[in-house]
């Protein structure tokens, strides 16, 4: 189970910070991806803190003691929507590929 | 570029079947194991099923396993899901994803999603 909060508020500008925490991580790392309304969800960090190409260079992600964090500097308007960490778990009799509840970012 | 088409949604009763097609193009699809997910009305996605890039093994959600059977067409370049006794629960969208570049179980990209709505 991973678990986020429902949301986060933060003005233009300032930096959000999202967690995500769990007992198991697995060994790929963790995985965010952003979704606005109406569209599919897309990459924005993997493996713990690595960036797709074209992501820019404002969202980071960092992993440490069981709680995962995307962190987004000079927050703007258009990075409004939700947030969803997932990771692989292959430690059980099947694998898996875990979402997080998701977070809804909203800029003030 | 790579480009993941969905169809094959719709209304659907509850015990009926339902397939749906994932049509893949810009990328060498008989190289990749593929996946779907779906994401229910406001709520957050949920991982169905897996298949390896040549078809030999397959993976799937306990919430699916015996009802749902993932395959591919490697000359067609297309993913399937078949849906069985569909209940009111599987409503959604599926979406139809590919591994990341990474070997850390990511997915990137997704398709732009198909709905499946069970209802009577």
């Known amino acids: 189970v991973l678990t986020q909060p429902p949301s986060v508020s933060v003005a233009p500008g300032q930096t959000a910070l999202i967690t995500c925490g769990g007992t198991?991580?697995?060994?790929?790392?963790v995985h965010w991806y952003q979704q606005k309304p109406g569209q599919a969800p897309v990459l924005v960090v993997y493996?713990?803190?690595d960036r797709p190409s074209g992501i820019p260079e404002r969202f980071s992600g960092s992993n440490s003691e069981n709680t995962a964090t995307l962190t987004i500097g000079r927050v703007e308007a258009g990075d409004e929507a939700d947030y969803y960490c997932?990771?692989?778990?292959?430690?059980?009799?099947?694998?898996?590929?875990?979402f997080g509840g998701g977070t809804r970012l909203t800029v003030l | 570029q790579v480009q993941l088409v969905e169809s094959g949604g719709g209304v659907v009763q509850p015990g009926r079947s339902l397939r749906l097609s994932c049509a893949a193009s810009g990328f060498m699809f008989n190289s990749f194991g593929m996946h779907w997910v779906r994401q229910a009305p406001g709520k957050g996605p949920e991982w169905v099923a897996g298949?390896?890039?040549?078809?030999?093994?397959?993976y799937y959600a306990e919430s699916v396993r015996g009802r749902f059977t993932i395959s591919r067409d490697n000359s067609n370049n297309t993913l399937y899901l078949q849906l069985k006794s569909l209940t009111a629960a599987d409503t959604a969208v599926y979406y139809c994803?590919?591994?990341?570049?990474?070997?850390?179980?990511?997915?990137?990209?997704w398709g732009q999603g198909t709905l499946v709505t069970v209802s009577s």
């Open positions: 493996d713990d803190s």
């Open positions: 994803v590919r591994p990341s570049s990474s070997t850390g179980g990511s997915f990137d990209p």
């Open positions: 198991n991580f697995g060994s790929g790392g």
């Open positions: 298949i390896w890039h040549d078809g030999s093994n397959t």
């Open positions: 997932q990771v692989w778990e292959t430690s059980g009799e099947h694998p898996n590929w875990v």
